[in-house]
């Protein structure tokens, strides 16, 4: 009796026109095996075209150089840190002291001398004086309204020449106003202001206009029977006349007002005077 034989492996049928494809086996890995080392073995063919072609000394394992797109590269001094701080003041100690001394006797000399252009203004022989009059009869001899008020500003230069006008604050008409800011600058044109020493100086001043009587109470006569408003004034401090109040008692008429205002005509009263003297 014949001994038993082992079940036979078939043998794998490599082709040589394509060597990575190997015939499959039924029972075995070994078919498995096979493919992988026909794999690697054509992956070892490759990486020496893939060496060959890199730069000469190149390791392979590396990652290649990068892209040609990439940013360009920001110098030190771009960046803002060559060495240098622009925040930091790098002058001499004593070059700082002196110019902050120097700066702090500036200030100091025009406090004081603003001082002073206070006190001359405060009694009359500032800058202000010569302006105010000449204010003053402008809006008398204008179109302006009886009852307005603006405020206007003047420039005097260091020689004590008007060299600007501007108008501030106007209740109304603001062309007749600038226009007579302009008017007044150019009268002052040809005068020499009192100014201090190399010093120019704004100077703001405000006019009022308005139309009053002798004691300065508005014009009309404001009229109440028995408490009740029956007439207005032409303003809020014209005379009143108070007819049978029930809060006066037995006094059937009271009459609030000057009696030199009895006759009198209204005319308009015309007043300026300075808010401020800035030297520049």
Do not use: C
Not at 146 to 173: R, Y
Not at 228 to 235: E, L, N, S, T
Not at 258 to 280: G, I, K, N, Q, T
């Amino acid at each position: 009796m014949p001994p038993p034989q082992e079940d036979a492996v078939p043998a794998v049928a490599v082709t040589e026109s394509a060597p990575s494809q190997v015939a499959a086996a039924p029972r075995s890995g070994t078919a498995t095996h096979a493919a992988a080392a026909s794999t690697e073995a054509s992956t070892a063919e490759e990486v020496p075209a893939v060496i060959a072609e890199g730069a000469p000394g190149e390791d392979a394992g590396e990652p290649s150089a990068a892209p040609s797109g990439a940013a360009p590269h920001l110098s030190l001094s771009q960046l803002g840190v060559d060495g240098t701080n622009p925040f930091i003041d790098r002058a001499d100690p004593a070059a700082i002291r002196a110019a902050r001394a120097a700066r702090v006797k500036a200030r100091l000399d025009k406090v004081l001398a603003q001082g002073i252009v206070n006190q001359e203004a405060a009694a009359g022989r500032g800058s202000g004086s010569p302006v105010l009059r000449a204010l003053e009869g402008a809006v008398y001899a204008s179109t302006l309204p009886l009852n307005t008020h603006a405020t206007l500003s003047f420039v005097i230069d260091s020689s004590g020449k008007v060299v600007e006008s501007s108008l501030g604050d106007a209740d109304s008409n603001r062309p007749a106003w600038l226009r007579l800011a302009h008017e007044t600058a150019r009268a002052l044109a040809s005068r020499t202001l009192p100014v201090p020493k190399g010093k120019s100086v704004r100077l703001t001043v405000a006019v009022t206009s308005r139309l009053e009587l002798p004691s300065g109470a508005d014009p009309g006569v404001e009229v109440d029977v028995l408490g009740v408003p029956v007439k207005k004034g032409a303003g809020p401090r014209s005379t009143k006349l108070d007819i049978l109040n029930p809060k006066n008692g037995l006094v059937p008429l009271s009459l609030l007002g000057d009696p030199a205002d009895a006759a009198a005509r209204p005319r308009r009263m015309v007043s300026a005077h300075v808010v401020s003297e800035e030297l520049l």
